[in-house]
């Protein structure tokens, strides 16, 4: 085997330097091809691969606090790849690739029963209900990397997979079966201006996202960093994607934590 | 067809002498009829033989002629570095494919010889600024990933492989268009069955499984059609423990996930 | 032989048997797979080579260097590009989204004259050279009447080649009416000029700085340079620099900042001269720069901070005096402690009084041109064009005094003073204003007051708006002459807000012109042209580009190349040189200075029986409300809080709510003097109770369906308050009752 060492890409979000801007979801939006609507307040059929989510510690003035979380897809692991999407889809649309960790989504292949949507605990996925309509011009800025989606299929979060292909591509015309760090970047990692979204190979102990999760591989990928947390960790969906807080209350409001519970050391 | 015709048209292909005599009698319809029955059997049978296998492939292709006859030969041998001359890697790493007009505008700025072809080149597209429409005959549907630098500069195969011998052609020829997908008939290849002698002669996935099934290939990149995985799963469920162990991919398709080459 | 029931069913059997052995059926399924996953409605995007064009970003004065990614001849991608001085690749939402504009639905096509009433949207297309021809017209009617001076132009900036051609226009045709629209660089302008003497731009060393006090900036809401600030505030949090906001609402800025302080709305400079009493009374100012470089510091502590005491800032600002103290001494106890100011975006101006305390405050712990402080920035004079011949009419225009005040003996250190168009053109019978150019500016939507706007409007006979795009300035217009977008011109973008360096930015075309559109430089030489002499004379240039490179001179190619042009060795002057006022010094008092104080808090308009509530517009990086407005992705990415449908909310303390009988998503009615509309309610913990909150940016009646008609413009609610020493517009909100719908 060549290149023998599986990849693990994933995602550590600092969300004391996240500002709540929103500038992820329009960089993910102009990279993918997200569709849009007149009327996108309706946020549940509001198609946001990247979405920004408020916190609020629950307290009254002047005690409140206010925390943004974006939420891409978490590309579970679960146990040995069996997310809970993954495991539910008829169609072998969506599957999880143990060369890079990132859940795959055919829209070709998907027929819209949306078990998958069920089975997500994080909301990361969206049914198209309309078929995509740019106003006239506007299809001129689409990205022929990845594809339109049409009415009827499920999409969601890729990690930017098609900058992976390309990326690839240089390395091959390189001779090279290795990508650096900077290679492979998502488009929101790559746009916030709060430089709050590290991305990388977890299994990578040089990248930036293993120093900062410091992933145990051995307990399910639960963060040694104590400062760093996942989202629904008691699941047991194995997310690759970690967030970094210094405030125990956002720390909390990952999961749902029992009164006497400790964030951080579930199980 | 009304009826009379397709009697007569009966009588024709299977010489049945006995049907010509007029159908007057209960006993002799009843016997009649068996052979008719049959003949209509034979005929409705060649019919749509004759319909599946000819007719349909010309009404399901549209034909489109290349806007010039572009001579492969030709260039081919006047250039330096083949195929590679015009259809070159980026350095990016993605492949150029069908060439942009400022490649041909390199050369023919001006018409450099007699040929017709040449000079409509020069003066419809050349001089207007405007790009050729090559019609191209391997695009695949949009949902397809290839990585041309994977495969030509990693797995070192040749253009031919997938391609054909086209830069030996002099001609371009008709470029035949699915009605129903608008995908170029090279995809499903030339042979209405599906059926082929050359590695070329198809481009659909099958194709692709081929070569990735093979076990050198396997460790790379292994995939499996739906189809193929369908039957697969059939044999595993029907003999278990036949499954040969190998590297288990993803968790769905025990393959490769399919985004390597679906987008 | 008869084809009998049996015989046809054979027939058909037969038929059935050949199609299952012929290809037909497999292939048709085949090919209906294929086809029912890939509709041909749904669009394939072209591939193509993948290239790369760096140009600068002005949808906003950040002065942001982006990268366009192509693929063939489309754009397909903005970001942020590498290793710019201000950005260095990041890149804020709406940059993001630029290409909405470009390929926007809502670019205007071609140039445009009216045929409706206004308003009513009915437009004639007319070819260039018609267009100009009619300006033209108009305009020399104007000048034989001796009418020049009512040639008025509102322009969103006035830095860069693009408005100086629009103001040199102006000035050879005879106009001094050239007004910019308001920013809180206005006001640094002015407290720079009063205190330190200077013709500057205000920018803040925010790298350096180790302690950051703000009085209201959105520092992460698009205050400043967007971009920069951004990852400032990433910076600040690496090394452990504290940051402490002060606001009546927790916004983004106050959420991410080490301390919130909420602060009764207004009385902010009230605050900042109650710590500057604390610092003074505990000497913990610098006295190595008291002593030798400023003057006035004992009128100041005299005359000034004698009215601030703790107790006396706990009164007015609802702080308690203990915070007061120990915020006194953490900004003082800092190394390089910031003070800032400037409320949401900075988008519009702050009083003098305000402005001069936070100065004050830099000054009594020594920040003023060091690092990690508050620096004196030069325009970088790059423009020098040649001298203008003006004739007797020119010279006759330009004597006339301004219409908006600026610059005269009322006003005397103002350059713009945009809100007080609509009041003189309102009180008099003609209107002062005949004709009225529009650039990159959407005034009739962005000034406050909306009603008075709309009265005012109505009375200039001729207006030209030089919008890319239906803005509710351009649906309101009588001619337009499109400009191309940002990302189809050459153009100068100098300056990047807030920014420590001189630095100019140069855009370039990224794609060909999409329209019918034409560069406004160079609809302004070509208008100059067809006027004859001495408008003409005046633009020597062949064209727009011509003048542009010229201006640059050798400069030009190195600009080019690189995208832009930086002074990255600037240093600000050092104390002995930096101060051009009277005494040489940094003034705490003149008697400018010392009016600017006593008139320190601005009281919003209103009377508290009858409007018991405090209305306050609050800024959201995801809203944008310049002159530009929200494009497709940006509105999609907004709060279904903050929109819902078409209705915009407003927000609202629940103990407020509960007083009022009001509860989450209701329907309700908020009032002030200046006007009335239907919101929802918001319970927000994180707004003061008694103050209610709304967007700026919304309520647009122009743009596209994606823009128009959701929520509320808030300047329908809200109008100017003059800062009685200064003139400039200083409202920070209104009195407002909020009732059941």
């Known amino acids: 085997m060549k290149n023998d060492q599986a990849k693990k890409y994933g995602m550590v979000i600092d969300l004391d330097k996240c500002t709540g801007c929103g500038a992820c979801m329009v960089a993910c939006m102009a990279e993918n091809n997200i569709p849009f609507k007149e009327d996108e307040s309706n946020k549940l059929d509001s198609i946001t691969w990247m979405r920004v989510y408020q916190l609020t510690n629950g307290k009254p003035y002047p005690e409140t606090d206010i925390c943004y979380i974006p939420r891409p897809c978490m590309h579970c692991e679960g146990d040995h790849g069996h997310s809970p999407c993954v495991s539910v889809c008829p169609a072998t649309a969506t599957d999880y690739s143990q060369k890079t960790g990132i859940v795959s989504q055919i829209y070709t292949r998907c027929f819209g029963c949306r078990y998958c949507m069920a089975a997500c605990p994080y909301h990361a996925r969206y049914f198209n209900w309309w078929d995509p309509v740019w106003p006239n011009g506007m299809e001129k800025f689409l990205n022929p990397s990845v594809s339109p989606r049409m009415r009827g299929v499920v999409e969601k979060c890729s990690f930017c997979f098609h900058r992976h292909q390309l990326a690839m591509n240089k390395a091959f015309v390189e001779g090279r079966r290795e990508l650096e760090e900077n290679e492979y970047q998502t488009s929101c990692a790559q746009a916030c201006p709060s430089g709050a979204i590290a991305f990388g190979d977890l299994n990578n102990p040089k990248h930036t996202v293993n120093q900062l999760a410091q992933p145990d591989n051995a307990h399910g990928g639960q963060p040694k960093n104590p400062e760093v947390f996942r989202l629904l960790e008691k699941l047991g969906t194995n997310p690759k994607v970690y967030y970094v807080s210094s405030r125990e209350w956002v720390r909390r409001a990952g999961d749902n934590y029992l009164k006497n519970e400790n964030p951080g050391k579930a199980h | 067809m009304s009826k009379k015709d397709e009697k007569e048209k009966a009588i024709a292909l299977t010489g049945d002498s006995e049907a010509s005599s007029p159908p007057d009698g209960a006993k002799k319809e009843e016997n009649g009829s068996g052979g008719s029955i049959l003949l209509f059997f034979i005929v409705g049978f060649i019919a749509s033989l004759i319909v599946g296998w000819i007719v349909f492939p010309k009404l399901l292709y549209s034909q489109k002629k290349q806007p010039i006859d572009f001579n492969h030969a030709l260039h081919v041998e006047t250039v330096d570095e083949g195929c590679q001359s015009c259809h070159f890697f980026r350095d990016d790493g993605s492949f150029s494919g069908v060439p942009k007009l400022t490649q041909c505008t390199g050369c023919h700025e001006e018409a450099q010889g007699e040929d017709p072809e040449e000079t409509k080149l020069v003066e419809e597209y050349v001089a207007k600024g405007r790009e050729v429409p090559w019609l191209v005959y391997s695009r695949q549907p949009n949902c397809v990933f290839f990585s041309h630098a994977a495969h030509v500069k990693m797995a070192k195969m040749e253009c031919v492989t997938c391609h054909g011998p086209i830069g030996e052609s002099s001609h371009a020829r008709i470029y035949e268009e699915n009605r129903i997908t608008g995908i170029s008939r090279d995809i499903w290849g030339k042979n209405i069955a599906g059926l082929k002698r050359n590695s070329w002669d198809r481009m659909k996935m099958d194709e692709c499984a081929e070569c990735h099934a093979s076990e050198a290939i396997k460790t790379e990149v292994s995939i499996e059609t739906p189809m193929l995985g369908f039957f697969n799963n059939i044999i595993r469920l029907a003999f278990p423990g036949t499954e040969k162990p190998g590297r288990k991919n993803s968790v769905q398709t025990q393959h490769e996930a399919c985004f390597v080459c679906h987008k | 032989m008869k084809m009998d029931r049996r015989s046809f069913l054979s027939f058909v059997i037969g038929g059935a048997a050949g199609t299952a052995l012929s290809p037909l059926p497999w292939k048709v399924t085949d090919d209906l797979a294929i086809w029912s996953q890939n509709w041909s409605w749904t669009p394939v995007p072209e591939d193509g080579e993948v290239g790369y064009v760096n140009t600068t970003c002005s949808l906003c004065p950040g002065g942001c260097g982006i990268t366009v990614r192509k693929v063939g001849d489309r754009a397909v991608k903005i970001e942020g590009m590498k290793g710019h001085p201000v950005n260095d690749g990041g890149i804020c939402i709406l940059g993001l989204a630029g290409l909405q504009f470009l390929y926007g639905p809502s670019r205007i096509a071609s140039p445009m004259r009216r045929t409706g009433e206004r308003g009513e949207n009915k437009w004639q297309k007319i070819s260039w050279e018609e267009a100009i021809s009619e300006v033209s017209k108009k305009l020399a009617d104007l000048r034989s009447k001796n009418q020049s001076h009512a040639l008025a132009c509102i322009s969103g900036y006035d830095g860069g080649t693009v408005p100086r051609l629009f103001e040199r226009f102006l000035t050879v045709y005879g106009s001094a009416n050239f007004v910019r629209t308001p920013a809180v660089r206005d006001s640094y302008e002015l407290g720079l000029y009063l205190m330190q003497g200077t013709q500057a731009n205000a920018g803040f060393d925010v790298e350096n700085a180790d302690y950051i006090l703000s009085f209201g900036c959105g520092i992460i809401e698009g205050w400043g340079s967007p971009v920069r600030m951004f990852k400032a505030n990433s910076h600040w949090k690496e090394t452990g620099v504290k940051v402490t906001q002060v606001e009546p609402r927790l916004s983004n800025t106050a959420a991410k900042s080490d301390q919130w302080i909420p602060i009764k709305p207004g009385t902010e400079v009230v605050l900042a001269l109650g710590l500057a009493r604390v610092i003074v009374d505990e000497s913990l100012y610098r006295r190595e720069f008291i002593a030798s470089h400023t003057a006035g510091f004992d009128r100041f502590v005299q005359n000034v901070l004698k009215d601030y005491p703790p107790e006396q800032v706990e009164k007015v600002t609802g702080i308690d005096k203990a915070v007061v103290v120990s915020l006194a001494k953490t900004f003082a106890a800092a190394k390089k402690p910031l003070a800032i100011c400037g409320r949401g975006r900075g988008a519009g101006s702050e009083s003098a009084g305000e402005i001069m305390a936070v100065y004050a405050l830099n000054a009594l712990v020594g920040n003023i041109n060091q690092k990690g402080g508050v620096w004196a920035i030069p325009d970088p004079n790059y423009i020098r064009w040649p001298e203008l011949e003006m004739d007797a009419q020119a010279a006759a225009g330009m004597q006339k005094p301004r219409v908006d005040g600026a610059g005269s003996k009322k006003y005397p250190h103002i350059r713009n003073l945009l809100h007080r168009l609509p009041e003189m053109i309102n009180s008099t019978d003609a209107s002062p204003v005949q004709a009225l150019f529009v650039l990159e500016a959407n005034p009739y939507y ?191 990415t907004v709060a279904d809080t903050v929109i819902k449908g078409k209705n915009g909310f407003i927000e609202v303390n629940p103990k407020t709510a509960i007083a009022l009988g009001l509860s989450e998503g209701k329907s309700a009615v908020i009032s002030t003097p200046r006007g009335s509309a239907k919101v929802r309610i918001h319970l927000f913990e994180g707004i003061m109770p008694g103050v209610v909150a709304m967007p700026t940016g919304l309520g647009h009646t122009a743009y596209d369906s994606f823009l128009a008609g959701k929520g509320v413009n808030i300047n329908e609610l809200i109008g100017p308050v003059e800062d009685g020493s200064s003139g400039l517009n200083a409202a920070w909100g209104i009195r407002a009752k909020l009732g059941k719908a």
């Open chain 3, 446 to 636: 962005s000034v406050s007051d909306s009603a008075f706007v709309r009265k005012a409007w109505k009375k200039i006979p001729f207006i030209v708006s030089f919008s890319s795009f239906m803005d509710e300035t351009a649906a309101n217009a009588d001619l337009i002459l499109p400009n191309h977008v940002y990302l189809e011109r050459h153009e100068d973008i100098p300056g990047a807000e807030g920014f420590i360096k001189p630095i100019i930015g140069l855009a370039k075309p990224v794609v060909n012109p999409q329209f019918d559109t034409l560069h406004a430089g160079d609809t302004i030489i070509r208008l100059a042209k067809m006027m004859g002499d001495p408008i003409a004379k005046a633009f020597p240039w062949e064209d727009y580009e011509a003048c542009l490179e010229e201006t640059f001179g050798d400069k030009w190619e190195a600009l080019g190349e690189k995208g832009y042009w930086i002074d990255a060795g600037f240093e600000p002057s050092p104390w002995n040189k930096a101060f051009e006022t009277a005494s040489k010094k940094f003034e705490f008092a003149s008697d400018d200075i010392g009016a600017s104080f006593q008139n320190a808090v601005v009281k919003a308009e209103g009377e508290e029986s009858a409007y018991p509530l405090l209305l306050i517009p609050y800024d959201s990086p995801r809203i944008s409300a310049g002159r530009i407005g929200n494009p497709p992705f940006v509105i999609k």
